[in-house]
T-cell receptor
């Protein structure tokens, strides 16, 4: 399977704990995006990378959130001191250079209790 | 600003055509997209249209774009039970990020 993969698919954590999610894009896709989707809403843009450079961050990405893509391949999204409002589906997408088609992974569903 | 609106629900009989509508406010969008999301799954890119086009057809899917009215629609011909899902309209911009609507839940009844 050469699609976008995300790990874990589900994560349940207690408020105040840190969590980290991983995204593996389609190989040769140099752009990687993170979105957050809450129940009944469409995905909201969080941040994106071109290769290893983080080029834009949404104001939704508070200082408790950090994303990395150290070698320009997989990416991690970490949430520190989780809050109940962080409960959502976290989606990753990737795209080829200079194209406008983003392909999404299956998402990581986070539940903060 | 970026604001994409869609009707929330659509019920259609199997074999009929479905039409899902979307309006957007930002005329600087480069591409407009339709994504499909099945329960518990990620988003599947169905089709997209460049902002200077007014129609695109892809098998059972027809996209119509009225740029003057900022209105986008997706027609699904011969709707099947497997088409039951949430459909998202999205705008894309030169910085490549997407702005999504809240989604239209399509239910196909026998």
């Amino acid at each position: 399977d050469t699609g976008v993969s995300q790990d874990p698919r589900h994560k349940i954590t207690k408020r105040g704990q840190n969590v980290t999610f991983r995204c593996d894009p389609i190989s040769e896709h140099n752009r990687l995006y993170w979105y957050r989707q809450t129940l009944g809403q469409g995905p909201e843009f969080l941040t994106y990378f071109q290769n290893e450079a983080q080029l834009e961050k949404s104001r939704l990405l508070s200082d408790r959130f950090s994303a990395e893509r150290p070698k320009g391949s997989f990416s991690t999204l970490e949430i520190q001191r989780t809050e109940q409002g962080d409960s959502a589906m976290y989606l990753c997408a990737s795209s080829f250079p200079e194209t406008y088609r983003q392909y999404f992974g299956p998402g990581t569903r986070l539940t903060v209790t | 600003g970026e604001d994409v609106e869609q009707s929330l629900f659509l019920s259609v009989r199997e074999g009929d055509s479905s039409v899902i509508n979307c309006t957007y406010t930002d005329s600087s969008s480069t591409y407009l997209y339709w994504y499909k999301q099945e329960p518990g799954a990620g988003l599947q890119l169905l089709t997209y249209i460049f902002s200077n086009m007014d129609m695109k057809q892809d098998q059972r899917l027809t996209v119509l774009l009225n740029k003057k009215d900022k209105h986008l629609s997706l027609r699904i011909a011969d709707t099947q039970t497997g088409d039951s899902a949430i459909y998202f309209c999205a705008e894309g911009f030169n910085d490549y990020k997407l702005s999504f609507g809240a989604g239209t839940t399509v239910t196909v009844r026998a």
